[in-house]
């Protein structure tokens, strides 16, 4: 009886270093076809030296991201390789167009004040025929710029002095481009923060029932719906033109910006796909929706979910203190409102994309749009319940 359960086990054993044997083949056989296509698109680009090795970098939720290594005058230099999502980016000439332009703005101003401009913002290298792009036969479409040195990002605001200096990174931004002409920029994804237009695309989402799970999501979708009023104001004051469009970046969360590896100082804010015309309270409000929470933007245990007002108040001041000079009466009054409008906003996108069947956020695990939906709402609700408080610190800190 003894042999046959050893024998037994023993088959079991070898069964299961087998299947890991294969899992590890294909793997492998997996990274090899990557770096095959890696090489592939860095053929296309004129970087000095000898290639490496490369790394995938998951954090975005949109790009398809890689760190490539190249060998220089003894030294290893970093690059940051991406597929641009043209799902999500139909007319990625023209971000690319507002990326070289934004980039070259800003990167004159830093110089002007006698300082090298290479750690503070994005710099794209040209492909071999002179464009900060290459598309591939097949029209996949890829673009390089430089890994800023000893740089870091977080996925969350770890404490209140990422928050503060996250805030600082994304006031500086707007400042940089506050006399840019606003008209001359495309507009990379139409409608990307109309409250209204994203309200009418989540309600369409729930008449289609494309993956057949409308009746699973019922609770979270009358939650969303009966914010709709109070989350669609912001948008409404602007078209009723209340608030100004400035140049805006439209994706403020703590994974866009750069930080210094030992100070934790802010360096650059990175992602500027999404740079355009755009509301003030947006990019205050974007930030706030990861920064103010407790938890991360999936979190599934929402009994954890609260505002962090520690880290609220850090980005604020952060925020307000690069920005808070310029901005008009009606921006002040709005930016607390911001936090909550765009933490709806996501919400929406993210449910709507969970009943479309997941085609526009990445996601790592089958739920996952479905926990970042519910995450939002609760968190929505709790910014709600705050608001009062939040805006009175946001006049704490304007001069
Ligand atoms: P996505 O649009 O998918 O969010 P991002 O442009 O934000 O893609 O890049 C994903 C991640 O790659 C960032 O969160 C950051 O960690 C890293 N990254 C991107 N560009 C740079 C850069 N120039 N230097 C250092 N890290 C970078
Ligand atoms: C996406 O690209 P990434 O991961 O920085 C999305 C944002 C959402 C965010 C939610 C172009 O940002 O709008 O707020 O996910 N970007 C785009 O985390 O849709
Ligand atoms: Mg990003």
């Not at 926990?371 to 709600?384: E, G, M, S």
Request: aromatic content about 12%.
């Amino acid at each position: 009886m003894l042999k046959r359960e050893n024998g037994l086990t023993n088959w079991i054993v070898y069964a299961i270093i087998i299947m890991y044997n294969q899992k590890s083949k294909r793997i492998m056989g997996n990274q090899v076809i990557l770096e095959e296509r890696v090489l592939e698109v860095l053929k296309r680009f004129a970087i000095a030296g000898e290639y490496s090795h490369f790394e995938v970098l998951q954090s975005g939720h949109i790009n398809e991201t890689y760190k490539v290594y190249f060998y220089r005058g003894g030294e290893l230099k970093d690059y940051i390789l991406q597929r641009v999502n043209t799902y999500v980016f139909k007319d990625p000439v023209a971000v690319m167009g507002n990326i070289s332009t934004v980039t070259e703005y800003i990167r004159a101003k830093i110089k002007a004040t006698g300082i090298s401009a290479k750690r503070f913002v994005l710099h794209y290298q040209k492909a071999k025929d002179g464009m900060y792009y290459t598309i591939l036969p097949n029209g996949e479409f890829w673009r390089c710029c430089r890994f800023i040195d000893d740089s870091v990002s977080f996925m969350e605001a770890e404490n209140a002095k990422i928050a503060e200096e996250s805030g600082r990174a994304f006031g500086k931004f707007q400042m940089y481009l506050a006399d840019y002409p606003v008209k001359d920029l495309h507009i990379a994804i139409p409608h990307f923060h109309n409250t209204v237009n994203r309200y009418q695309i989540f309600k369409d989402a729930i008449e289609n029932d494309f993956a057949g799970r409308k009746a699973s999501v019922q609770a979270e979708i009358d939650g969303y719906l009966a914010l709709e009023e109070m989350a669609t104001r912001l948008y409404k004051m602007q078209r009723a033109g209340d608030l100004p469009l400035r140049v805006t970046h439209n994706d403020t969360k703590t994974s866009n910006v750069l930080f210094d590896a030992e100070t934790q100082e802010h360096l650059s804010v990175i992602d500027l796909d999404t740079v355009m015309p755009g509301l003030v309270a947006c990019d205050f409000g974007d930030a706030i929706r990861i920064v103010g929470n407790t938890c991360g933007e999936d979190e599934k245990d929402l009994s954890k979910i609260e505002v962090d007002m520690e880290k609220y108040e850090a980005f604020t001041r952060g925020f307000v203190d690069e920005v808070g000079s310029m901005l008009t009466q009606k921006e002040v009054d709005t930016l607390a409102l911001g936090a909550f409008a765009m933490t709806v906003e996501c919400g929406i996108r993210f449910l709507s994309d969970y009943l479309d069947g997941d085609k526009y956020f990445r996601i790592h695990y089958p739920e996952q749009n479905l926990d970042r939906a519910r995450c939002h709402l609760t968190y929505a609700q709790k910014l709600l319940e705050k608001l009062d408080e939040m805006q009175q610190i946001v006049y704490k800190y304007v001069k």
